[in-house]
């Protein structure tokens, strides 16, 4: 099932149905490294603190990530302790060019995973029983960011 909500809203929502529950899933346009889009369908876990991508996926839709001894970790998730690439993933929404921290694990679990590192700091994200919304933070999470950065900076040269 495909929902199309209006505009302050991410345009591709769905929940997958995995055996008896369901998994908010979110269709975010990756970059690849030639510098076209790509669009992937993430699972939008907010207990997760990372994004992450199967190696594997990455490879096939030729998403950039250091494949180096020097980048390489271990990380926790869904599929317990795996191996990962520590990276960025760059992705466009809203027709907004974002960063966001990226592990790209070696697992045999083979879903892309939106965590709260990035996509959760840059939008606000409500999951009830039947939709996913992705929206722009408010104005109110705004100025509180505005005003966290002038506090922290204030502090630093006092």
Known sequence: M??????????????????DTKR??????VRRVDGGLTTLSF???TGSTWCTIPVSLADEY???YVRDPSAR???RTQA???DAYRGYLNVRVFSTNRTWP???VESAYQV???????????????????????TRPGVFRLLRRTLQERLHHYQRFQ
């Open 24 to 29: 908010p899933m979110a269709e975010i346009k």
């Open 112 to 134: 892309p995973v939106l965590g709260r590192v990035g996509f959760m700091d840059d939008y606000e994200v409500h999951i009830d029983r039947r939709f996913v919304t992705i």
């Open 102 to 104: 990226c592990g790209f």
């Open 62 to 64: 030729e998403i950039p």
């Open 2 to 19: 495909q929902i199309s909500l209006w505009p302050l809203c991410s345009s591709h929502l769905v929940f997958e149905r995995v055996s």
């Open 43 to 45: 699972v939008v876990d």
């Open 80 to 82: 317990g302790a795996v």
């Open 73 to 75: 970790s271990s990380m």
